[in-house]
């Protein structure tokens, strides 16, 4: 399945969940059949859909443990079109239980195989880590999105995130590719998000790295919509970060924005 998206940086606090979340709904809306993999023992992803992490029987984390099959811990219709594998702070401990089991990265690329067919595009969440959870992510995915805050010291840590995707696709994955650069929190009024998106441009200018045309602004009905459990579009659909993920859905797509 070519449609398998890792959302993935080191840096916490990016954007990563709520771009799984909203750009996951805003697909679902368009149509298509869409999994969103929370793959952070923080369990936001979960949490922003509505479920109560602390409640579900089967996470992510009894998957990777093959306590469960994948089917067993879907849970369908958390938005429209969308279903969702939870994930609770349990996962924190799988970096030291998972690193004696045979080919550990490739738990979850083996597990994804049982449901591929059942869904148009795939979402997986991934810590603030280059651990063996993201590489799991990375493993199993065929694309990266990286969110990149419009804050200061923006471009830390980007490079050695490149690093890992060129040493998964050698290693491991050799379909990963760097889907794109997503600018998140951006406020064209400051001079500080325009110059990040200059410099993150030109370096990925240099390398060949894709760009999305589409910024998702500082919004504070972006940032509400978690508390509430509601995806942007359910929340505030007419909301400047409801438009931008829209935007975004689309343009994943090739459909006009």
């Given at each position: 399945?070519?449609?398998?998206?890792?959302?993935?940086?080191?840096?916490?606090?990016?954007?990563?969940?709520?771009?799984?979340?909203?750009?996951?709904?805003?697909?679902?809306?368009?149509?298509?059949?869409?999994?969103?993999?929370?793959?952070?023992?923080?369990?936001?992803?979960?949490?922003?859909?509505?479920?109560?992490?602390?409640?579900?029987?089967?996470?992510?984390?009894?998957?990777?443990?093959?306590?469960?099959?994948i089917k067993e811990c879907l849970i369908p219709d958390v938005a429209p079109n969308v279903s969702l594998i939870p994930s609770n702070v349990n996962l924190a401990a799988a970096e030291?239980?998972?690193?004696?089991?045979?080919?550990?990265?490739?738990?979850?690329?083996?597990?994804?195989?049982?449901?591929?067919?059942?869904?148009?595009?795939?979402?997986?969440?991934?810590?603030?880590?280059?651990?063996?959870?993201?590489?799991?992510?990375?493993?199993?995915?065929?694309?990266?999105?990286?969110?990149?805050?419009?804050?200061?010291?923006?471009?830390?840590?980007?490079?050695?995130?490149?690093?890992?995707i060129n040493l998964v696709r050698t290693r491991m994955n050799d379909e990963l590719e760097l889907s794109g650069i997503l600018f998140t929190m951006f406020d064209a009024r400051?001079?500080?998000?325009?110059?990040?998106?200059?410099?993150?441009?030109?370096?990925?200018?240099?390398?060949?790295?894709?760009?999305?045309?589409?910024?998702?602004?500082?919004?504070?009905?972006?940032?509400?919509?978690?508390?509430?459990?509601?995806?942007?579009?359910?929340?505030?659909?007419?909301?400047?970060?409801?438009?931008?993920?829209?935007?975004?859905?689309?343009?994943?797509?090739?459909?006009?924005?």
């Amino acid at each position: 399945m070519k449609n398998i998206y890792a959302i993935a940086n080191q840096k916490g606090g990016v954007g990563k969940s709520s771009t799984a979340v909203n750009l996951g709904a805003f697909i679902g809306e368009l149509g298509k059949k869409v999994l969103v993999i929370d793959m952070d023992s923080q369990g936001n992803t979960t949490s922003s859909f509505g479920v109560n992490k602390n409640e579900v029987e089967n996470t992510v984390y009894e998957l990777l443990s093959e306590e469960c099959t994948i089917k067993e811990c879907l849970i369908p219709d958390v938005a429209p079109n969308v279903s969702l594998i939870p994930s609770n702070v349990n996962l924190a401990a799988a970096e030291v239980e998972f690193i004696e089991k045979e080919r550990p990265q490739f738990i979850l690329k083996k597990e994804i195989k049982y449901v591929a067919d059942d869904f148009d595009y795939i979402f997986i969440d991934c810590p603030p880590a280059i651990n063996l959870l993201t590489l799991n992510a990375l493993t199993a995915a065929s694309g990266v999105i990286v969110p990149v805050q419009c804050e200061y010291l923006a471009l830390e840590g980007l490079s050695q995130l490149i690093e890992s995707i060129n040493l998964v696709r050698t290693r491991m994955n050799d379909e990963l590719e760097l889907s794109g650069i997503l600018f998140t929190m951006f406020d064209a009024r400051t001079i500080l998000s325009t110059q990040v998106v200059e410099n993150v441009t030109e370096s990925a200018g240099r390398l060949g790295y894709r760009i999305f045309k589409t910024k998702i602004p500082r919004n504070v009905r972006l940032s509400e919509a978690p508390s509430f459990g509601k995806p942007i579009g359910q929340y505030d659909p007419k909301c400047a970060g409801a438009e931008a993920y829209r935007n975004l859905a689309k343009e994943l797509l090739g459909m006009p924005v």
